[in-house]
């Protein structure tokens, strides 16, 4: 009879494959340099053509430096939000024991990235709308999603038992996760102040490339600097465990050589 499990458990045993501590702290401990060198050699190039070299916009003149890092925090609040759901959807279903703390990790970091890039806008629309805040539908949308990144940073802390926690996280992750679309799609969906989207078109996005090369620049290193962040937060609370771990059985065999 063949020991090859079916297909539905082969993703579920690779992803359990790394939910050994060891095996992930080698592994992230391998990666994170890579990640962090990454993300200061590629914001080192990003942020000064942006804020610097790169020409002003013809409309909106000096101003248009603000969005090289309005944008980038706008879409790592909605994709770090994702992975938010993908890790608290493998909790859930496959309770691998990683998601859970990749998952609080990550939360405190998705809701500073949300929080600039509602500062970083309220900059951009006093000079462009003439005021700091419209309950305009864009901007409401990422406001539910800075108090959904709060909340859950804030529920897997607030039981003393942290697989409860870490449960009812997981659930209000998954159903924050609804406001994702409404964050993506509502100025298509909704006469809205906000701009609409600029690279919706790939071969021929709105932008001049003198902004959107830039631009994109300091996206990817935003994006190498969250998840290095993220990652050394993990690997941090994964030690803390295992600290806690050994310090709880050296506690109990204390006791039982004093008993």
């Known amino acids: 009879m063949s020991n090859t499990p079916p297909l539905a458990a082969r993703p579920a045993a ?19 340099p890579w990640l962090s ?21 013809w409309q909106q003149g000096e101003t248009v430096r603000i969005l090289y890092i309005h944008v980038p925090m706008a879409w790592l609040a909605m994709g770090g939000y994702a992975g938010l759901a993908v890790a608290s959807a493998m909790a859930l279903v496959w309770r691998h024991p990683l998601a859970d703390l990749a998952a609080r990790e990550l939360s405190p970091v998705g809701a500073a990235v949300t929080a600039l890039c509602l500062a970083t806008g309220s900059l951009w629309g006093k000079p462009m709308w003439g005021t700091w805040w419209v309950w305009d539908a864009r901007l409401t949308s990422v406001l539910v999603l800075f108090f959904l990144w709060l909340g ?16 009812m996280g997981a659930i209000l992750a998954l159903v ?9 799609f509502s100025v298509d969906w909704w006469n809205t102040l906000h701009q609409p ?19 994109l620049t300091c996206a990817v290193g935003f994006t190498l600097a ?32 004093a008993g």
């Open 197 to 215: 989207a600029s690279l919706t078109r790939v071969n021929a996005p709105a932008l001049h490339v003198d902004i959107l090369y830039p631009l």
């Open 226 to 257: 969250f998840a290095a962040l993220v990652l050394f937060r993990v690997r941090a609370a994964v030690m803390e465990r295992r600290i806690r771990t050994l310090q709880m059985a050296a506690a109990r065999r204390a006791e039982t050589v």
């Open 14 to 32: 690779s992803l359990h494959r790394f939910a050994n501590p060891g095996r992930f702290l080698r592994l992230s401990g391998r990666v994170l």
């Open 176 to 184: 924050g996760a609804l406001n994702l679309p409404v964050v993506k």
């Open 152 to 167: 859950h940073a804030a529920l897997v802390r607030a039981f003393d038992d942290p697989e409860r926690g870490a449960r």
């Open 37 to 57: 060198l990454g993300a200061v050699l590629v914001l080192g190039v990003g942020l000064p053509w942006a804020l610097w070299f790169s020409p002003p916009d």
